[in-house]
Nanobody, 126 residues
Framework: QVQLVESGGGLVQAGGSLRLSCAAS????????MGWFRQAPGKEREFVGG????????RYADSVKGRFTISRVNAQNMVYLQMNTLRPEDTAVYYC???????????????????WGQGTQVTVSA
């Protein structure tokens, strides 16, 4: 069983930056592909990006490509989401997730992931 805890959310003006962190404990974190998702009020949870077990592969939603960067430090059981040039439409609760059945492939559906954090709120003002 893997526990995930996100942090780093907050209120930022459009054009600003935030870095979200996801701390993992339990399980074999280093073997799992990791993903970041977000959910805005009244909308479905959507894929933001993901990273393979060793950081060798990443994948991003078109809406964040070129602005967001995912990284991980397996020795510290940490995954990060660096968000630059934020827009009001990026406002959402952000979740990290672990896919215990995939190491290299990066799923884009929430159903592909087995463990979830509680989420952290990101609000971008115009």
């Amino acid at each position: 069983q893997v526990q995930l805890v996100e942090s780093g959310g907050g209120l930022v003006q459009a054009g600003g930056s935030l870095r979200l962190s996801c701390a993992a404990s339990g399980g074999t974190f280093r073997n799992y592909a990791m993903g970041w998702f977000r959910q805005a009020p009244g909308k479905e949870r959507e894929f933001v990006g993901g990273i393979s077990w060793n950081g060798g592969s990443t994948r991003y939603a078109d809406s964040v490509k070129g602005r967001f960067t995912i990284s991980r430090v397996n020795a510290q059981n940490m995954v990060y989401l660096q968000m630059n040039t934020l827009r009001p439409e990026d406002t959402a609760v952000y979740y990290c997730a672990a896919d215990r059945y995939a190491a290299q492939s990066i799923g884009v559906r929430p159903g592909s992931y087995d463990y979830w954090g509680q989420g952290t709120q990101v609000t971008v003002s115009a």
